[in-house]
């Protein structure tokens, strides 16, 4: 501990020109890019900071300048990708007359994400090895699932008060449709069996927000 502060403090004072503070530095990325790819080689347990520093082409200093813990970087990597990736907020307007479009969209977004090479790698990591480090699955949670409830649980919210939905657990509404979307074809695909085709991403999107909607649309 007392080695991570003192590399901490003396990267506030050295590492202003080799990394800017700044989320859109280009180092800090590098970071985050070459930790990204350790983790999804060796795991996250056999992941030292150390080798971050060296893969990355930073100086140590820097490293704990900007994440005080492998635990902090994990997590960023995660919330950074959800939020740029998925950006659920963008597909998801309050005031849509369109429920059933909208859903389609996000699922449709949503999905696309959860199948990419590397959000599959990394879950695996997750699977793997939260049992040994709690910390590990506890980042995923919070940077992931947690936030996407929070944001499309409040659009039910705002969507139910509109009366175009019928929604009075938002949470429990939230993981449902998660769970629509994650079916037989992510469980493949995270198994190394399946590649989806376009076609049938759209199917598993189409049918999951039918179902979503015969249990708290309207209309329907």
């Known amino acids: 501990m007392q080695t991570r502060q003192a590399y901490a403090q003396l990267g506030a004072v050295s590492a202003t020109a080799e990394l800017r503070p700044d989320s859109e530095s ?4 590098l970071v985050l890019d070459a930790a990204a790819e350790l983790f999804m080689a060796q795991g996250y347990g056999a992941v030292s900071m150390d080798a971050i520093a060296r893969a990355a082409g930073v100086s140590k200093a820097t490293l704990y300048a900007h994440f005080s813990s492998k635990e902090q970087l994990f997590a960023r990597i995660i919330g950074d990708a959800c939020r740029q990736k998925i950006a659920v907020a963008e597909f998801l307007p309050a005031d849509t007359l369109d429920v059933q479009a909208a859903l389609v969209a996000v699922g449709g977004r949503i999905l696309r994400f959860l199948l990419e090479d590397r959000a599959l790698a990394i ?3 997750v699977i793997s090895e939260s049992l040994r480090f709690p910390e590990l699955g506890r980042a995923f949670f919070d940077n992931g699932p947690a936030l996407f ?3 499309f649980g409040e659009w039910l919210k705002a969507q139910t008060a509109a ?8 949470d429990m ?6 769970g629509l979307l ?4 992510y469980l493949r695909a995270t198994l190394g069996l399946a590649h989806p085709s376009e076609a049938e991403i759209d199917a598993v999107v189409t049918s999951a927000v039918e179902v979503f909607l015969r249990a708290y649309g309207t209309d329907w």
């Open 182 to 185: 994650r079916n037989g074809l």
């Open 123 to 125: 879950h695996r990591v």
């Open 26 to 29: 280009p180092k800090r990325q």
């Open 163 to 170: 009366g175009r939905l019928l929604v009075a657990d938002t």
């Open 149 to 151: 409830r929070q944001t």
């Open 173 to 178: 509404a939230a993981d449902q449709f998660i």
